[in-house]
């Protein structure tokens, strides 16, 4: 038997880190976990190939709370850049707990484990692993709900969830990483008043416009070059920012504008991505 879940990744509108508040939406880029049983020990593998810890602690959290000693070999596939700013991480947490539990759910009928149980799960597997500062429950939220979400991070409250209309997203993705884990808090929190500006437009259903705001904030606080979303901007983009702690910048573009975008980073080395926002989230496949 075996059970396989997708897990969007999500793009940042207000990064948590300074405030401790944040928001993200789903987009159309994927974890693919495939959980198995076996006979004994936990097996994991992903492609492209990263280090195996988070979704070994993630399968032995499944099978601790099910009280469990059997053996579960997960496998993952994603189009999501790992450590990009685009919750490669929170989506892995995600796909393996969920995947997993589901199948020892079928297999030994057991209760089913409430969405909000995998997803706390996923962020205590994450916050173990060292891959996030403040556990990014808002990211984490958006990969799992999809759409819009809005959050207190440090107390994993989600304040407001909802679809968001279907637009068109643009990735600029450098030709270098930047993980979470590694940023300068201490700089990040010196944005808090501003950062906190932006999380109130949010609040207010100004989404786009303090996308944009927050991505610039973060640029300053971590060296990024704000020209890349100057530039997005200048094309026709509706939004554009710094996501997650970089190195990605996301532009939200509507069909007219959208080759315009992509012209403009043409310029910058590196790739760009064109996706969707996705509002499903988490789910068996």
């Known amino acids: 038997m075996k059970k396989k879940v997708m897990a969007p990744g999500s793009a940042t509108v207000i990064n948590a880190i300074s405030t401790g508040s944040g928001s993200a939406f789903g987009i159309d880029l994927h974890v693919t976990a495939e959980a198995s049983l076996k006979q004994s020990g936990i097996k994991c593998s992903s492609n492209p190939d990263v280090n195996p810890l988070l979704m070994e602690l993630c399968v032995k959290k499944v099978l601790d709370y099910h009280g469990l000693n059997t053996g579960i070999r997960v496998k993952t596939s994603s189009t999501l850049p790992v450590a990009s700013g685009l919750s490669s991480s929170s989506a892995t947490s995600n796909a393996v707990v969920m995947s997993t539990t589901r199948l020892l759910e079928e297999e030994y009928e057991l209760k089913p484990m409430s969405d909000m149980k995998i997803l706390n799960m996923a962020i205590d597997a994450s916050l173990e692993a060292g891959v996030t500062i403040t556990g990014a429950f808002d990211d984490a939220s958006a990969s799992f709900f999809g759409g819009l979400t809005i959050t207190h991070n440090l107390k994993r409250e989600l304040i407001y969830h909802e679809k968001l209309e279907k637009q068109n997203i643009l990735i600029y993705m450098p030709d270098r990483k930047s993980l979470t884990a590694q940023s300068?808090?201490?700089?990040?929190?010196?944005?808090?008043?501003?950062?906190?500006?932006?999380?109130?437009?949010?609040?207010?259903?100004?989404?786009?416009?303090?996308?944009?705001?927050?991505?610039?904030?973060?640029?300053?606080?971590?060296?990024?070059?704000?020209?890349?979303?100057?530039?997005?901007?200048?094309?026709?983009?509706?939004?554009?920012?710094?996501?997650?702690?970089?190195?990605?910048?996301?532009?939200?573009?509507?069909?007219?504008?959208?080759?315009?975008?992509?012209?403009?980073?043409?310029?910058?080395?590196?790739?760009?991505?064109?996706?969707?926002?996705?509002?499903?989230?988490?789910?068996?496949?």
Not at 251 to 269: G, I, L, S, T
């Open 184 to 285: 300068d808090v201490k700089r990040m929190k010196l944005l808090a008043p501003w950062v906190d500006m932006a999380f109130q437009q949010t609040l207010q259903g100004d989404v786009f416009n303090a996308l944009t705001l927050n991505g610039f904030l973060y640029c300053a606080a971590l060296g990024f070059d704000s020209n890349i979303a100057l530039d997005a901007l200048d094309a026709g983009a509706i939004a554009s920012g710094l996501s997650g702690t970089g190195p990605s910048f996301v532009a939200v573009v509507d069909e007219k504008n959208q080759e315009n975008v992509q012209e403009a980073w043409k310029k910058y080395p590196g790739n760009i991505i064109a996706t969707k926002i996705n509002n499903i989230g988490t789910k068996v496949v």
